[in-house]
């Protein structure tokens, strides 16, 4: 596991104080490698696809959740797989003070089920929930793959059939529908049926490689005692054939998996979804039965997948709770934003900016434009205006009016102040500068703008 460091060979100093003078000496401090800041010009993206998966979740009636980002390292162990990838080489665990081994959350299904046992959310109750958030894995950081990521993601437990599993792919092919990416996205399609149907897969699995042996790579061999079916995952184009004529999961399904799986195939083909079938879809943690899924796209490079889940039965007995059925998937944040400014996806309303700049022509103009913004605020609620603040000669405040992207300039000088009127400009535009009374002000500018007035109360 790694552990919680920054990457940059750093002075192994225990004292704070001298680790606080070195660095004042040596370097600027920088953010940990694969862990981004988010800075305002992208922020409006985030706004904006954050909006639409809250708004799709209500329509949808799943509830939010919000679980703390450290958990017991046990849960994670014991939840997604003591050989996974994600448990062996990619937590950030560390001890607390108190000895704790504590664990940066890798993702959040785990700690969903553990917030939903420990209040109580599964007792004789079914429940639909969400939640978003940063998710940490020590992986190799490349476009697409961060250490710091973030997720939405939808849980459902307690429903057993497969409409539940048919409700949350409509509900994420209806979020592609609504951003426009429909025709860039595949959903892929497999099951890993019963946990006794996979363990005798299992065995037929390793039977096939062991006669193969001599063709499998250094991980594939040591996964081959821990966990055989991720082989099937390998990209390793030396062996690709080989896994092609690898005895197929679905030819091996219980009976009961291979109805459900055939239930939902014909809910999705009723709904209009389109999907391929990939017998050699397994998933990266242990603790799917059933039904698994991807979400991907060719438009990322090789980072494609972007959203992905799958049924989970066993993981709440496993977890100290009563057999619940439960299924959900998590979708990556970052990938999606990357596809949507890609595909050039990004409504212009999205890139968030100002449209009025109220700007006092000299000092004694400060206040009274202080508090007229305030007014405009109040009377067109959707307006976004910004007050010119710091100072600054006529030039240089024009100038600043020009850089905050807005399209009209309010200008508030001493005259207009005696008369009650305000100069209005227009940036963007070749059109002559009018006076207008204030009082016509807000009806005006959401006029201009095609907004609306806040209604007065009666
Ligand atoms: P996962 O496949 O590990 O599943 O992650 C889900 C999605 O998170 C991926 O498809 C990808 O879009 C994004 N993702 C994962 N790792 C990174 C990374 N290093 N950088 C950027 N994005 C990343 C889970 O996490 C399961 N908890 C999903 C689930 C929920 N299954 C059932 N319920």
């Excluded at 919680?4 to 953010?31: M, T, Y």
């Excluded at 849960?75 to 081994?101: C, H, P, Q, W």
Aim: with cysteine.
């Amino acid at each position: 596991m790694a552990r919680l460091q920054a990457d940059h060979a750093q002075p192994a100093i225990e004292d704070p104080v001298l680790l606080v003078k070195e660095f004042a000496l040596s370097k600027k401090i920088q953010a940990i490698r694969g862990m981004n800041d988010l800075l305002p010009d992208v922020s409006p993206r985030w706004q904006f696809f954050e909006s639409r998966v809250r708004d799709l979740m209500q329509r949808y009636t799943f509830d939010e959740i919000r679980m703390p980002i450290v958990e017991q390292t046990a849960l994670f162990a014991r939840s997604i797989g003591e050989v996974t990838d994600i448990v062996e080489k990619e937590m950030y665990t560390f001890e607390d003070r108190n000895g704790d081994s504590l664990t940066l959350r890798p993702e959040g299904t785990a700690s969903c089920v553990r917030a939903a046992l420990e209040h109580g959310l599964l007792y004789n109750q079914t429940q639909r929930l969400w939640y978003q958030g940063p998710m940490f894995r020590h992986e190799r950081p490349q476009k697409g793959r961060y250490r710091q990521f973030h997720q939405v993601g939808v849980e459902a437990y307690g429903f057993e059939g497969p409409d539940i599993d048919a409700e949350v792919i409509l509900l994420s092919a209806r979020l592609w529908q609504e951003l426009g990416l429909t025709e860039h996205v595949t959903l892929e399609l497999n099951s890993l049926g019963s946990s006794e149907a996979r363990a005798a897969y299992r065995d037929t699995l390793v039977s096939y490689f062991e006669a193969h042996r001599e063709l499998l790579d250094e991980d594939s061999l040591r996964r081959l005692a821990s966990n055989p079916l991720r082989i099937l995952d390998s990209k390793n184009p030396a062996m690709a054939e080989m896994l092609n004529g690898a005895p197929q999961l679905i030819d091996h399904l219980d009976e009961e998996s291979r109805a459900h799986f055939e239930g939902l195939t014909a809910m999705l083909d009723a709904a209009g979804i389109t999907y391929v079938l990939n017998p050699r879809l397994v998933r990266g943690l242990d603790y799917y039965c059933r039904t698994v899924f991807e979400w991907t796209t060719t438009a990322l490079g090789s980072q494609g997948t972007v959203c992905a889940g799958g049924r989970y039965d066993g993981l709440v007995e496993q977890l100290g709770g009563k057999p619940t059925p439960a299924v959900g998937f998590a979708m990556g944040i970052e990938r999606l934003i990357l596809l949507l400014e890609t595909l050039d996806l990004v409504p212009k309303e999205a890139l968030g900016g100002c449209d009025v700049y109220l700007l006092p022509m000299d000092e004694s103009t400060t206040i009274p434009a202080l508090t007229l913004a305030e007014t405009l605020r109040s009377a067109v609620p959707g307006l976004h205006l910004q007050l010119h603040c710091g100072g600054g000669s006529f030039k240089s405040r024009m100038k600043k009016a020009d850089k905050s992207g807005a399209t009209l300039a309010l200008l508030l000088g001493p005259d207009e102040l005696a008369n009650d009127t305000i100069t209005l400009k227009f940036l963007r535009q070749e059109r002559d500068q009018q006076s207008l009374p204030q009082a016509a002000l807000s009806a005006t500018l959401a006029e201009l703008l095609n907004l609306a007035t806040a209604t007065q109360p009666t």
